[in-house]
């Protein structure tokens, strides 16, 4: 052959050289669908390698892809075997088709693919490794350094083949340059000897003829323990073990024979006599026109101790399938039995290998349903139906018997989670089932004669066995709980209990636990009462519940359970109660009132005193100082106070009507503030109202009791919440409207609506709505008064009332009260200031001294002359010594020893017609009105200011 140009051999390898180093670190590719995971790859190789990692088995191929793409391929990929979507096992075969030279590293935990497998779709099998998690830090770090080198190898080698393909051309091309290439030749030589002896894999080179090694690399010496010259006296046969001499003879000769690669397992017998495994890949190559054979020996160590792992693991799985007590089976798309385990041939009958690969249908399942059992199979594995988890099936034993067997099963997937199998475990139930035909049979015979005579009884009765489930009930008991007994009879009690109870017991849970007890300790009786609602079937009934565990007989260990009828005796029971309650309420409530009467009256002297001492500083101060503006303040607040005790005094029924000219909307206001804090949280209090609403005649305080009736009426319409809203405008009811409602008279009105968005109000109860002592709620929870009321007190107030409903849609109340005269009005408020005077002599009774002091202050500074008493009795000395001169009396109501009516009655013997005006903070409608009837000239209610008391007292004199 002609000779190569050495500068050019030369060239070649400075430009493979350039390559190798321009690209910087090895690259790497990691797949594995665990974050911690990708996380240690990271930590251990990410100092030394171009690491590229990957979550999924899609994504690990498209990387490789872009790498190729680049001209960066990856030297090593570390896959795991198990993930979603695409497992590893498809990423690896994907990424072997893109990429043929890299490293592939298969890691797994032995349970996912047998190595078998994966070597079968990712050829070839030499070229893969396998790593066990947990791995270690050293030993993923010693495959990429070793991996990473043979790639690099192997890289170099291909290219040195090319180098040397390129020689031979110029040999042939260029005769005269035979020098030259013989020199290039021998460099390459070198060069092939250094990437020879640095190649990852062992390589051995034998004479086809002798069998004789020619050359060895260095990883061939690190593997057998012998030096390079000690191998090269040595024959190919002496580096397997002596047991198979003719075994690799034969394999040599025929790979000498058929002049072709081939690909085998075999044994290594190192210098100190131990074995290693390994992969061989041999060929007849020609080196120099000369034929050799050439072994690539790879250490298979590591995936041969995996591979004796996963066959342990497999023992082990199997040992604990056999220790179990219960059949486990495994029956595979194409219906063969590819597990069971020691106890299902048992109960079967066969030996384990009898039945492994046979057709589970065809073997066991008896030939009457065997059809219907394989069609249901069938649809299973394709997915139409779900797994039936509990059922009982008969098999058929070697020896042809029939066994009644309880299965839950539940089916396999693989990792595209396809089905492929399912996986069964049964019990043994022949010898129940007998048992329980035994049983029946003997409660047959017994069953006429407990319907007989334990039908007619009229205690409901439940007869449970050892398992508690019902054995019969009666009829008495079907009546109380609206069942039959085809329905009762074989359920468990327990599970009836946990599935029926919440809509038949007032108490559901009380009632389960007392009852589970009683079946846990199975050795007391139990005795409870237990409130059983209506519905489905039933009454409602009170019932006692008597139950003893049943200690003889075919149902020893179960228990009897009485159930008799106490709802008379319990209703009557209730309504003594409710009766008690009630007076016990209206007792509470009579001393409520009184409370809150006395309280009421002192507080509004305190009131009164205050209020009207503020008024009497505020004459010594001059306007628009600090202090004038903070105690100008003060009987405004009073008199906000004073409305509050009004409030408190209405509750002990002991308040005085006091019709005024009075803004609506100020009151709504307020009400609405209080609304929003005490409402329920599901409901929205919202008011509203125009600039400008006209006053109306009315009590502020009956105002108050109509807007807060209503506001809880709405409130119970809405259990589950909603809108709430009070609004304030003007109508006019004209003579067409008036005309629909008879008690409406046409005129200018101010509407009070209140209106909700609850229940509403039936068509059935509309026409009582306003009926005293009418209602729709439960015994206890309402009196009917509340309407009715507010009817009263709209017709009091010469006012008209409507409302309007929808079921479903909610209800709205109309107050029409009507509009103050302007006139009128103006006569009424006077002129703030300018308080009427006079110059006649009063008397004033109040047993308060402060009160007495204010009243005094007060109507002197009217122009008056006070003469003052501190009780009834003193102010009657003082009344028999001055009547002649006195013009009006002024009197508390209230007072100890002698009260204001006996004062009146008194006053009244010495001069008929003696002029008196009564003040109180306590006094009611009732004791007023029969005062105003024997000459009373007015009254004057706790709290009072100046211009109340001043205007009250003008009033009367004249």
Request: proline share 4%; net charge negative.
């Amino acid at each position: 052959m002609a000779t190569a140009n050495v500068s050019q051999v030369h060239e070649l390898n400075e430009a493979a050289t350039t390559v190798v180093q321009r690209r910087g670190l090895t690259r790497i590719l990691v797949v594995d669908d665990e974050q911690s995971v990708l996380e240690s790859y990271h930590h251990i190789l990410v100092d030394a390698y171009d690491l590229t990692l990957c979550n999924r088995a899609d994504q690990a191929v498209e990387a490789v892809c872009a790498a190729n793409a680049e001209g960066s391929p990856f030297s090593v990929a570390f896959v795991d075997v198990r993930m979603p979507e695409h497992n590893g096992v498809w990423a690896a075969e994907r990424i072997r088709e893109l990429d043929p030279h890299i490293q592939i590293v298969i890691v797994t935990g032995y349970s996912d693919v047998a190595p078998e497998d994966i070597a079968d779709r990712v050829p070839p099998a030499d070229a893969l490794l396998y790593i066990q998690k947990p791995f270690h830090a050293a030993e993923v770090r010693q495959f990429a350094q070793a991996l990473a080198a043979k790639w690099h190898a192997e890289r170099v080698s291909q290219q040195a083949l090319l180098e040397l393909q390129a020689v031979n051309d110029q040999l042939e091309r260029d005769i005269t340059a035979r020098k030259q290439a013989e020199e290039a030749l021998r460099e390459s030589e070198e060069r092939f000897r250094v990437l020879f002896d640095s190649a990852v894999d062992a390589i051995f080179l034998a004479d086809p003829r002798t069998g004789m090694l020619l050359d060895v690399n260095q990883a061939a010496e690190a593997l057998t323990g012998h030096t390079r010259p000690e191998l090269l006296q040595m024959h190919q046969g002496q580096l397997h073990p002596p047991d198979k001499p003719e075994h690799y003879q034969q394999m040599f000769a025929q790979h000498v024979e058929q002049g072709r690669a081939a690909e085998f397992e075999a044994e290594v017998i190192r210098q100190d006599g131990s074995i290693v495994p390994v992969y061989i890949s041999a060929a007849v190559i020609d080196i120099g026109g000369r034929s050799v054979i050439q072994g690539r020996f790879v250490d298979i160590t590591a995936r041969k101790r995996a591979e004796e792992q996963l066959r342990r693991e497999k023992e082990r799985a199997q040992n604990y399938l056999d220790i179990a007590g219960t059949m486990i089976a495994a029956i595979d798309a194409d219906e063969k039995i590819t597990l069971i385990n020691r106890e299902g041939c048992e109960i079967l009958g066969y030996q384990h290998e009898e039945l492994l690969g046979q057709n589970w249908f065809d073997l066991l399942v008896p030939e009457a349903i065997r059809d219907e059992v394989r069609g249901v199979f069938k649809k299973l594995m394709a997915g139409d139906v779900e797994p039936v988890k509990h059922y009982e099936n008969p098999l058929l034993t070697k020896d042809g018997e029939q066994r009644i067997v309880a299965f839950h099963n539940t089916i396999i997937t693989d990792s595209q989670d396809r089905i492929v199998g399912v996986l069964l475990s049964g019990n043994d139930i022949t010898a129940r089932k007998q048992a329980e035909e035994k049983l029946r049979e003997s409660e047959e015979r017994y069953r006429s004669l407990i319907d007989d005579v334990l039908d007619s009884s009229s205690v409901g009765l439940f007869i449970l066995d050892a398992d508690f489930k019902v054995v019969w009930i009666n009829r008495a008991l079907e009546r109380y709980f609206g069942v039959s007994r085809q329905q009762i009879i074989g359920q468990d009690k327990r599970k009836l209990i946990r599935e029926n109870i919440k809509n038949i017991f007032e108490d559901p849970d009380c009632f389960a636990r007392t009852v589970f007890a009683a079946y846990d300790d199975n050795t007391y009786v139990e005795n409870f009462e237990c409130h059983v609602l209506g519905g489905d079937n039933r009454e409602e009934r009170w019932l006692k519940h008597w139950s003893q565990p049943i200690r003889s007989g075919p149902y020893a260990g179960g228990r009897i359970e009485h159930y008799t009828d106490i709802t008379d005796r319990k209703r009557a029971e209730q309504e003594r109660i409710l009766l008690e309650q009630q007076l016990f309420q209206a007792q509470k409530l009579e001393a409520l009132g009184t409370l809150a009467g006395g309280v009421a009256h002192d507080f509004n002297n305190l009131l009164t005193g205050m209020i009207g001492m503020t008024e009497l500083a505020l004459r010594h101060l001059e306007p628009g100082t600090k202090a004038y503006e903070w105690l100008a303040n003060v009987p405004e607040q009073g008199k906000r106070a004073g409305e509050l005790i009004a409030s408190l005094m209405a509750f002990g029924r002991r308040t005085v009507t006091d019709p005024r000219p009075l803004a609506l909307v100020p009151l709504v206001k307020e009400i609405g503030k209080m609304l929003t804090r005490t409402m329920p949280e599901n409901i929205t209090v919202r008011t509203a109202w125009p600039e400008q609403v006209p006053l109306v005649r009315a009590d502020p305080t009956q105002m108050q009791q109509i807007i807060m009736n209503l506001a809880t009426n709405a409130r119970d319409a809405m259990p589950d919440g909603g809108e709430l809203t009070i609004q304030v405008s003007e109508a006019c009811l004209d003579e067409h409207y008036c005309r629909s409602y008879a008690d409406a008279t046409p005129g200018d009105y101010v509407c009070l609506s209140v209106r909700d968005t609850g229940t509403g109000i039936p068509p059935e109860v509309r026409e009582h709505i306003f009926e005293p002592f009418f209602t729709t709620k439960d015994a206890g929870d309402g009196t009917g008064l509340g309407l009715a009321m507010v009817y009263g007190i709209v017709k009091n107030h010469d006012g008209h009332v409507h409302f309007y409903s929808e079921v479903g849609r909610g209800t709205e109340f109309k107050i029409y009260l009507p509009v103050v005269e302007r006139e009128t009005l103006a006569e009424e408020k006077g002129t703030p200031g300018n308080l009427p005077e006079g110059t006649e002599t009063l008397l004033l009774v109040e047993d308060d001294a402060i009160v007495l002091g204010v009243g005094q202050e007060i109507l002197e500074s009217l122009g008056y002359t006070v003469l003052t008493a501190a009780d009834g009795e003193e102010g009657l000395d003082i009344y028999r010594a001055h009547h002649d001169e006195i013009a009006l009396v002024l009197t508390d109501h209230t007072m100890p020893n002698m009260n204001g009516d006996k004062l009146y009655e008194a006053m009244v013997q010495i001069d008929p017609a003696v002029k008196v005006l009564v003040t109180s903070g306590y006094a009611c409608d009732q004791e007023v009105s029969g005062l105003r009837a024997r000459g009373l000239q007015g009254f004057v209610q706790k709290p009072f200011n100046s211009e109340d008391l001043g205007r009250a007292v003008r009033q009367a004199l004249d």
